[in-house]
């Protein structure tokens, strides 16, 4: 009897061969004891302790999880409670259209310093600093306990973090991006951003930056206006800088109208204190260039003629500024930027200026001049 002849091969089926690849599926997000689907909005409230009258206080965070995969940014604002410039950024943000269109996931965290946001206070009702108190531990004190809280609970889910700022009281900061020049991806947000200025710095001890550089998670500082102020070209500055960054991140379809001017860097920068107590007349405002040398401000005492002149002891942009005419011996009068071209730099300054006036109908829609 012959041996059976050998069956052709199988070939494979044309037709699963030129199937499409499938995106991978977006599993659900989890924050707190909340689980939020691919599509959906939600704002989960995270206890982090309570008032001394039993009032449970909660962080809510707003959570827009997108259909598609994609990072995980976090927005925080008011880790300083009387820093609320964020707080008006980050509503401005949610009522945005595009980002139902959103890959991955967006966490918006308003009012991260609950306790100081209630009193109108930078600070916690121990008179600590809640960014000073990362990243924090389970048995310590009172802002030691929440920052751990809130790195467990909430940074820990990002993979990347723009963290809003201001000045203090009776002291306002020009638009400036804060990011270490070590981290790549940092600094790609912050030129992403395109604030006027981009400062390399390395974070301090005890803030949420130094904590999520510590944890490989990149992330910038924004800082902008004076605390307890509502400032509209910091908002607007902001608002059109975390889009930008949203972009960069490819959580965002690209926009038509792109940037074109470049941020300043500055690896920098020095305050300008005052060498006697008085009252100060102030002549320079924020983004303002100026030499070594020049008058920035006069300081006299109303009981003598006695007068004093403050000058610039290098040339640079004005980016920090007192606003109180009442100084005291040493205090901080105007915080200096160097950059490396002066002459090229109010040319960089107006027209960001111009580009970000000229974006934000577009961006804000029917919110566009509404502080």
């Not at 600093?129 to 009172?142: A, M, Q, T, V, W």
């Not at 960089?348 to 970000?356: F, G, K, R």
Request: proline share 6%; net charge neutral.
């Amino acid at each position: 009897m012959n041996a059976p002849a050998d069956l052709p091969e199988t070939s494979a089926d044309p037709i699963a061969e030129s199937a499409p690849t499938l995106p991978p599926e977006q599993p659900d997000f989890v924050l707190g004891n909340s689980q939020i689907a691919p599509g959906q909005r939600l704002v989960v409230d995270i206890p982090f302790g309570k008032l001394y009258t039993h009032t449970e206080l909660n962080i809510g965070a707003h959570v827009i999880h997108g259909k598609k995969p994609g990072p995980v940014l976090l927005i925080t604002a008011a880790l300083h409670g009387d820093e609320i410039n964020g707080v008006e950024i980050c509503r401005r943000l949610l009522r945005l259209p595009r980002l139902n269109n959103l890959k991955g996931t967006l966490i918006v965290v308003p009012i991260v310093n609950t306790y100081g946001f209630v009193q109108q206070s930078r600070y916690l009702p121990d008179r600590r600093d809640l960014n000073r108190s990362f990243p924090g531990s389970e048995k310590g004190s009172l802002g030691s306990r929440m920052a751990w809280q809130f790195t467990d609970r909430i940074l820990k889910k990002s993979t990347h973090v723009i963290d809003l700022h201001t000045g203090a009281i009776h002291r306002s900061n020009y638009p400036q991006v804060r990011a270490t020049s070590k981290d790549k991806v940092s600094l790609k947000m912050a030129e992403s951003f395109n604030a006027p200025i981009i400062i390399k710095a390395a974070s301090r001890d005890g803030t949420m930056r130094g904590t999520a550089n510590g944890m490989g998670i990149p992330i910038i500082l924004y800082e902008a206006g004076e605390a307890l102020r509502f400032d509209e070209q910091a908002i607007n500055i902001g608002v059109r800088g975390i889009v930008n960054v949203m972009h960069s991140l490819g959580m965002l379809r690209t926009l038509k109208r792109q940037a074109k001017t470049g941020s300043l860097f500055s690896k920098k920068s020095s305050w300008i204190r005052a060498e006697h107590d008085g009252i100060a007349r102030y002549y320079q405002g924020l983004g303002k260039i100026v030499t070594a040398g020049d008058v920035l401000a006069h300081i006299y005492s109303p009981y003598s003629d006695f007068e004093v002149a403050v000058q610039a002891p290098f040339s640079g942009i004005i980016i920090g500024r007192n606003n109180l005419p009442l100084v005291n011996e040493g205090e901080a009068l105007f915080h200096i930027a160097e950059v490396s071209e002066l002459a090229e730099a109010e040319k960089t300054l107006d027209a960001i200026s111009d580009e970000v006036d000229n974006a934000m109908p577009a961006v804000l829609g029917n919110d566009y001049g509404v502080v």
